[in-house]
């Protein structure tokens, strides 16, 4: 991993960090007081439904929209510092690319638009991926498009890549080729990746790192290692159409009835004991309770809460 | 992917990277002339076609003039239907630039930054390591320059014809298109006209919708601007007894009010004791003594030129003013 230290600041080992955090469109907040940080070198899945503030939170960080309140720092510096804009690089949903450029005149307009620019990196993504260099963006197929974003994402030489879903318009094919090579190319530089992304399965494939929004809101934040474990799948039989009392010591998140059977998904807080069949959830499993249930309490790993600075800073 | 196109990139991976070719262009310009190659390329051949027509007609006009004897005949002995002929070419090529502003605003200011915010491109750029402001600065005046350049060059040439045409060019200067289309009124008029597409196309974000926004909006402000004309300057004014013969000088001024006036100075109408069994002393009754001409003369015309492009000019600044001013505040 980079050596994070060289910019000077600790700060500089969190590559987002939101304090209070929120956006207003006229009378809906599409986000809102938002307060959680991803450290650098993770592969962060941003998770949520739609409408729960993903694109925003992106948008925030990349300038595109202002904050009506609280603030966004990258790398601990502001998000609308003069300096910061080299350091993160964007991929938006749609992809949008001049049509009528070549693919190498889509590569130079990265060339001479960022002071950093990797020329042979990029390259070297748009070649393994057999797009002819002297072809129009309009010709190319979408996974095509998508791989010549990438290189022009990884041709800034960011350290955090921001990754609107990403890979939503991808056939299975393409997908698990721009995967790994979204994976591959954050190992090979140490960049921090923030995806936002519908696709549980590729979430826990991908990311060791979770930030799960709903209605504007952090609803789960931290590392995948730490949330997921800390969740257990109980079965078990109802008493009087309620959930065992038993139960109440701990975290409920989601619980689902047939019959007289029960199957909660539980925080725990402390041993369970009980009449019960216990399971590990997945994280999968974890995520689908938290999205069906935006009423339950937040949860945040110490690392993803901003001034948890001296223990999580080995 | 076929086969095909596989073996074909193959064969260029395998060569090492090639130099990258001498840049003339660096950064935003060369991203902003790639862009907009093809306005660039259709106000160069606009300009060229049109200055060549141009050449054309003018060379056309001297050959016709000195076949028909002149300057060595005095301009009065030159045949009328000739003399209408060159009217009439000066009014219609004059009248086809005095639109140019307008087309410059609908097809190279509206679409400017609404193409971009329909395609996403313009979050594309604004996502390198470029802010919004300079990439609207470079947009903004690479636009700006073409187009006082397009219709800069285009109103030299018309005014090189209109002179060329000496006495038979038309006397009224103040409302023909000689006014709006040569001098510094021309380029003005462009930037108006280009601003206002620009932001137009900034607060609409639709080609289509700011593209028609703004030929209506434009062309009624060139309208308007002719018709509020003769408030740039105060027309003189030149009294001349009743009886007496008209003076020579109106006839190449341009006569813009005429009545008649009193020894002390009061106006009535052009049309006083005109149903008056006996006019003459029916105005006699009135104490009127005087033929007054209000008229503007040529030598107001450069004042009233550059009166007009500065407000051109200030109209032009404060809306791109709003528009950087707007994209320092909030995001596109």
Known sequence: ?314 | MSTLTRGATDGRAATAPAPAPARRLRGLAWLVVRQHRTALIACAVAVVLGAAWIAYRRGAMLDTLHGAGWPAKPPSEVDGNLLNRIINDLGSMGSSLAFLPVLLGVFLGAPLISADLENGTARLVTTQSVSRTRWLVWKVGFALLLSAATSGILGLFYAWWWRSAGPFAPDDWLNSPVFAVTGPTGVATALFTTSLGILAGALLRRTVVSMAGTFLVSGFALVAAEMFRPLLDSPRRLAYPVGAERPALLDHVVVVDEWFGTASGKLYGWGTCAHDSSPEACRSALGIVDRVADHYTKDQMAGMQWTAAAAFTVLAAALVGALLWRARRRAL
């Open chain 1, 1 to 314: 991993m980079r050596d994070t230290t060289t910019y000077g600041t600790a700060d500089a080992r969190w590559a987002l960090e939101a304090r209070g955090l929120g956006k207003r469109y006229r009378r809906r907040w599409a986000l809102k007081d938002c307060t959680f940080r991803v450290p650098a070198g993770r592969i962060a899945a941003l998770v949520g439904p739609n409408g729960a503030g993903k694109s925003t939170l992106l948008n925030l960080a990349t300038r595109l929209a202002e904050p009506s309140a609280g603030e966004l720092r990258i790398f601990g510096a502001p998000a609308d510092a003069p300096g910061t804009m080299g350091r993160w690089a964007y991929l938006g949903q749609d992809k949008p690319l001049f049509k009528r450029f070549t693919v190498e005149q889509t590569l130079r307009m990265g060339r001479e638009l960022n002071p950093g620019w990797d020329q042979r990196a990029a390259e070297r993504i748009v070649r393994s991926g057999q797009v002819p260099l002297d072809a129009r963006v309009e010709t190319l197929s979408g996974g095509q498009r998508t791989r010549l974003a990438f290189a022009l994402a990884f041709g800034k030489r960011p350290e955090l890549l921001l990754l609107d879903e990403p890979m939503a318009d991808l056939d299975p094919v393409a997908r698990d080729e721009i995967g790994s090579l979204l994976l591959s190319e954050a190992a090979e530089h140490g960049t921090t990746v923030l995806m936002s992304s519908h696709l549980l399965s590729e979430i826990e494939d991908m990311c060791d790192y979770l930030v799960v929004l709903a209605e504007g809101r952090v609803r789960m934040a931290g590392e995948a290692d730490e949330l997921v474990p800390m969740h257990t799948l109980v079965t078990g039989v109802t008493e009087e159409d309620a959930l065992p009392a038993a139960l109440n010591a701990h975290t409920v998140i989601e619980v689902r009835t047939s019959g007289r059977h029960f199957t909660a998904l539980v925080r725990r807080q402390g041993p369970l004991q009980g009449p019960w069949q216990l399971t590990e959830p997945g994280m999968e499993e974890v995520l689908l309770a938290y999205l069906r249930s935006p009423g339950a309490p937040a949860l945040l790993s110490p690392t993803a809460v901003p001034g948890h600075r001296e223990e999580s800073a080995a």
